[in-house]
């Protein structure tokens, strides 16, 4: 029978320090949904208590109901901001035209359906992955670059379909766990 190997215990010094995964401090408003009446449901809006950033993606999650209504041009603009990209890039990924979008915000309308799914779907992988590097900045950054676990596409331009969504959802799980493909 081999003989057991003696571990030092630890003292208090020698913890290790995992950085927290999500932003420690979020402000949870609740405001009137304006879908199917005012049967007292509301919708919940979380903000940053630090940036005022709004999270809109998977905590909390917008509802089926906001996305027929059409989201707010607002968000449109800050996605945009949180992505540091331009609007024509979120507007090609939308399926839609920089024109669309200006005569809308000029007329304080809002985003279609189809338009608000796909801003409502940007920004779910956002948080994702804003949830597995750490911090919103880091989840930018790889959005809008070139990823080598994609074949050296960008991950933001295969988020107008689901099946690229779903490739970047997988690959930024893979990242999470560390599993190879």
């Known amino acids: 029978m081999p003989a ?3 571990r030092p215990k630890r003292s208090s010094t020698d913890q290790f320090v995992v950085p927290p995964r999500r932003p420690a401090t979020t402000q949870v408003e609740r405001v009137p949904n304006p879908g199917k009446g005012d049967m007292g449901r ?5 903000r940053r208590a630090d940036t005022g950033q709004l999270l809109l993606g998977d905590r909390p999650s917008i509802s089926a ?10 968000a449109l603009d800050e996605l945009a901001n949180q992505l540091h990209v331009e609007r024509a890039t979120l507007a090609q990924i939308l399926g839609t035209s920089v ?3 200006q005569r809308k915000t000029e007329e304080s309308e809002r985003l279609g359906p ?30 809008t670059s ?7 596409e960008i991950p933001l331009y295969m988020l107008d379909t689901d099946i690229g969504t779903e490739r970047v959802q997988q ?11």
């Open 114 to 143: 189809a338009a608000s799914d796909r801003l409502a779907r940007v920004t779910r992988i956002l948080n994702l992955a804003a949830h597995i590097f750490g911090e919103p900045g880091k989840a930018s950054i790889w959005l």
């Open 4 to 6: 057991k190997r003696h």
């Open 42 to 46: 509301s919708a919940r809006i979380a």
């Open 146 to 152: 070139k990823s080598r676990g994609l074949d050296g």
């Open 99 to 101: 024109r669309t979008l």
């Open 171 to 181: 690959e930024l799980r893979q990242i999470e766990f560390g599993m190879p493909l």
């Open 65 to 74: 109901d906001q996305v027929r209504q059409g989201l707010p041009m607002s």
